[in-house]
């Protein structure tokens, strides 16, 4: 099976990601499109949900409570947080379009610990990562120091021409604080659309190493391994990064063959 998900250029529904299509326990993901007016209610199930307002503008809401007319910007790749609303298990969702809007949904197994919750743009952190080619703007949505039982959700830009994800590392080790097991999606957008990017996945032993060519829209899915990001020259780079594991712990191990960049 590939770890490339093509992302589908119309319709409501970009991109779906389940624990079944994807072999693996924790990680849901899914990218969705509106027209203004569109609507979209689901419910969350035995999952922890964080909805992502990537761009447009939307109306979320729970029996309990709708957060009205949110979204910080027009597109992915404005410098700035977006908006997002945290949903416990077994609550019925309901997302409403204001405008042409796209929404991601983040989602991993959670036995309901915490209430539904928005998370604004001034309360996420934002930071430069790397340095030179490796220079990327990472926001975090839902990091590990927020509220959540299994998900970590983060974002970031990739200058045209960068490294991102790099050096290589991997996080498919219980063994922390050397290294945590969390399983991973990158949804990847282009700017300008037509672009590409390169992702690698690769482990130690070479059982999984795949080259992938990525186009708007899609996703790669990281069970385990290596997987560094690289934009050619002339396209800018956004992904979001949805990852779960038994533990909500980030601990990655770099390369070896690759460390040695880190000290220069």
């Known amino acids: 099976m590939s770890l490339l998900v093509k992302g589908k250029p119309t319709g ?9 299509s994807a072999g693996w326990l924790h990680v849901g993901f899914a990218a969705q499109r509106f027209a203004r007016g569109g609507h979209l209610t689901f419910d969350t199930g035995v999952t922890e949900v964080c909805v992502v307002v990537l761009a447009g503008i939307v109306s979320v809401g729970t029996p309990q409570q709708t957060w009205k007319g949110i979204g ?3 597109s992915v790749f404005e410098a700035r947080s977006p908006y ?18 796209e929404i991601a949904l983040a989602s991993a ?14 309360t996420i952190a934002r930071s430069v990562r790397g340095s030179g080619t490796n220079t990327r703007y990472v926001c975090d949505i839902l990091p590990q120091t927020e509220p959540a039982e299994s998900l970590l959700v983060v974002e970031v830009l990739t200058p045209a021409g ?8 991997k996080h498919d080790v219980d063994d922390i604080p050397v290294e945590s097991y969390l399983e991973e999606t990158y949804y990847h957008r282009l700017n300008p659309p037509q672009g590409f990017v390169f992702q690698r996945v690769y482990t130690d032993a070479r059982d999984i190493d795949e080259a992938l060519a990525v186009e708007d829209h899609d996703v790669v899915m990281v069970p385990r391994g290596y997987h ?12 979001l ?23 220069r």
């Open 12 to 20: 409501c529904e970009i991109v779906t990601v389940t624990p079944a």
């Open 228 to 239: 560094p990001v690289v934009m050619p020259h002339g396209y800018d780079g956004y992904y």
């Open 109 to 122: 197994p959670a036995k309901g610990r915490y209430e539904a919750r928005l998370i604004e743009p001034d």
């Open 84 to 101: 997002a609303v945290y949903v416990p298990p077994h609550t019925a969702v309901t997302i409403d379009a204001h405008d042409d809007a």
């Open 241 to 263: 990064n949805v990852m779960a594991g038994p533990k909500r712990a980030w601990h990655f191990k770099n390369d070896p063959a690759h460390e040695w960049m880190l000290s």
């Open 72 to 74: 910080a910007r027009r």
């Open 162 to 169: 960068h490294a991102s994800s790099y050096p290589p590392h």
